[in-house]
């Protein structure tokens, strides 16, 4: 599964700095791939900055993923707050991304920059992402004036699936493209400090980020982005199912979990665990003088209560 994996070997996180938006432009000025991922726990964010990710998104697929939902429609604040507090706990190093949930910003500024505000206070992330162009431009050019860096999210976005047809590509008709294009200069315009491109052709995509300045991330849009974006649980071979055609697994970790869990569920059974190593002694000495009480005659619960120390 990891064949042909790049050697990067990570620097210890103390010596590690943190990513901010201006490392982020200057790897994109450099050509250096920025690699993001998602998370949506404590141990999901371990591993991002053990692995020395750049980006951590919190997202909103973890309605899927982690909430068994059945799309990012029902996912709510308060459960991506829980969430990102659980994701910020892990984190040092990478940039964190709150995704504001299907919800919480179309409808006026104010909501946009009220739920930004709360997604930075309560989880601690520094930066939010907002799916679309059309009205979320607006959303994204309020959150950035209220001093809340904006990742914008085009293509396939997943809150609205309905609208566009379903999980599939965008982009693949010249005025699909032409629209895309036009969002994404948009979101640029007002301060986006980076934009998503999720199930773009790959010749759309790099037609576009060509035109743009800013860091782009692609799933599913090619390898021209300035860098990647995979969902933790199915580059990790979590999710199980039907796969989108973007994705890429680098595991079997819920074959590995089914493996492991059934191998105890069988020790239990047949008393091979716990072993040994597993349980903890006891003075012989405090053994000897419990198994003297137990040998005590006429033992009752209420005595049991009463019962001092031998001498
Ligand atoms: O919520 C999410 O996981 C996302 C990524 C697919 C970019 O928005």
């Given amino acids: 599964m990891s064949s ?18 201006p490392r982020l432009a200057e790897m994109k000025a450099n050509g250096e791939p920025i690699v993001m991922v998602t998370a949506y726990d404590y141990p999901s964010a371990t591993v991002a900055e053990a692995a020395d990710v750049d980006i951590v998104l ?12 059945p799309g990012t429609e029902q996912v709510t604040m308060e459960e991506m707050v829980m969430l990102g507090k659980a994701v910020r706990r892990g984190l040092r190093t990478p940039l964190m991304v709150g995704d504001m949930p299907m919800g919480s910003y179309e409808s006026s500024n104010e909501l946009a920059i009220q739920n930004a505000q ?13 799916e679309s162009g059309g009205v979320a ?4 050019r309020a959150i950035v004036r209220a001093g809340i860096p904006v990742m914008g999210h085009l293509g396939l976005t997943p809150q609205t699936a309905t609208a566009l047809g379903g999980y599939k590509a965008q982009g693949k ?29 790959a010749a759309i995509t790099e037609a576009i980020v060509a035109k743009l ?11 021209s982005t300035s860098g ?20 890429k697994r680098y595991a079997d970790v819920h074959d590995q979990m089914v ?53």
Avoid at 12 to 18: F, G, K, L, N, T
Avoid at 174 to 188: H, N, R, Y
Avoid at 228 to 247: E, S, W
Wanted: glycine share 8%; with cysteine.
């Fill in 58 to 69: 919190v997202g909103d697929s973890a309605a899927n993923v982690v909430l068994g939902y």
């Fill in 228 to 247: 990647q974006v995979l969902v933790f649980h199915d580059l990790l071979g979590i999710t199980t199912g039907r796969m989108a055609k973007f994705v």
């Fill in 118 to 130: 709360r997604l930075v206070k309560e989880t601690g992330c520094q930066v939010v992402k907002l």
């Fill in 173 to 201: 008709s010249a005025k699909d493209a032409i629209k895309l294009l036009e969002d994404a200069l948009a979101l640029q315009s007002v301060g986006c400090f980076a934009i998503v491109f999720e199930a773009v052709p």
């Fill in 213 to 223: 300045e800013i860091p782009t991330i692609g799933i599913g849009a090619g390898p």
């Fill in 137 to 140: 431009v607006e959303r994204a």
């Fill in 4 to 21: 042909g994996a790049r050697s990067h070997t990570a620097p210890p996180p103390d010596q590690r700095a943190p990513v901010n938006l």
């Fill in 259 to 311: 493996g492991a869990m059934g191998q105890y569920a069988a020790e239990v059974r047949s008393r091979h665990f716990p072993e040994p190593d597993h349980v903890y002694s006891v003075e012989p000495t405090e053994l000897d003088e419990f198994r003297r009480y137990l040998d005590q005659e006429s033992l009752t619960s209420q005595k049991a209560w009463d019962w001092e120390p031998l001498p």
